[in-house]
């Protein structure tokens, strides 16, 4: 089966750098998505890796570690309005294709 | 910017009821999503579409849902006969790939279904 654990929540300060943590368990693991929700909106896309290593792309980074199920969104300079959910999803190859999200972080900024 | 759109934001039925929710999905891309989302509870995967077929569908997407691609431009969610549990936001998602590389979904901003 598939599972996805990511913190239900976390404060940080504008300005101050976070990291989210998300551990998975795939069978078929074919990449590793984050994305930002503010509430009430649709997810959108912030990075995508499928490829041990760190992708970086302006404020935000993300980094996979597929030999330990691992992953990790960086925010630099936070700002207020990266208060928002912070969705890990996992793209499975098992009998498909298929994108299982984790239930997502919750980020505090606060001033 | 291109970008997904979905019609009604916002549908009230009755349990039993059918209902159909509208995506247009981004013109050049070939690979078509829906997702749902309970309030307060995760984004779940319900069915992912490519030329003209579905390519893999969740536990979720049971014989009350279907999908179809009427002409080259909507993309729609059938639930025949709908439950109270069916409540939720339903995403519509969009991606120029779907299998290899960086294929980024572009999401809709979702329709709101209340089942009474």
């Known amino acids: 089966g598939q599972n996805i654990d990511q913190p239900t929540e976390m404060t940080a300060t504008e300005g101050a750098i976070v990291q989210i943590n998300c551990t998975y368990q795939?069978?078929?693991?074919?990449?590793l998505f984050w994305y930002q929700q503010h509430a009430g909106e649709a997810p959108t896309f912030l990075s995508y890796?499928?490829?041990?290593g760190l992708e970086e792309k302006g404020r935000f980074s993300s980094f996979l570690s597929r030999s330990k199920g691992y992953s990790y969104l960086l925010l630099k300079e936070l700002q207020m309005k990266d208060s928002a959910s912070y969705l890990c999803?996992?793209?499975?190859?098992?009998?498909?294709?298929?994108?299982?999200f984790g239930a997502g972080t919750r980020l505090f900024v606060k001033a | 910017e291109p970008e997904v759109t979905q019609t009604p934001s916002h549908q009230v039925t009755q349990m039993g009821q059918e209902v159909i929710l509208r995506c247009v999905p981004i013109?050049?891309?070939?690979?078509f999503y829906w997702y749902r989302q309970i309030l307060g509870q995760k984004v779940e995967f319900l069915v992912s579409?490519?030329?003209?077929?579905?390519?893999?569908k969740s536990e979720i997407f049971d014989d009350q849902f279907s999908v179809e691609r009427p002409d080259g431009s909507n993309f729609t969610l059938k639930i025949r006969s709908t439950k109270l549990e069916d409540s939720a936001m339903y995403f519509c998602?969009?991606?120029?790939?779907?299998?290899?590389?960086?294929?980024?979904?572009?999401f809709g901003p979702g329709t709101r279904l209340t089942v009474l």
């Open positions: 013109s050049n891309h070939l690979y």
């Open positions: 579409f490519y030329n003209n077929e579905i390519s893999e």
């Open positions: 999803a996992v793209r499975d190859q098992t009998g498909g294709f298929k994108t299982i």
């Open positions: 998602a969009s991606s120029p790939s779907g299998m290899y590389g960086g294929n980024e979904q572009f």
């Open positions: 795939t069978s078929g693991f074919n990449g």
């Open positions: 890796n499928v490829l041990d």
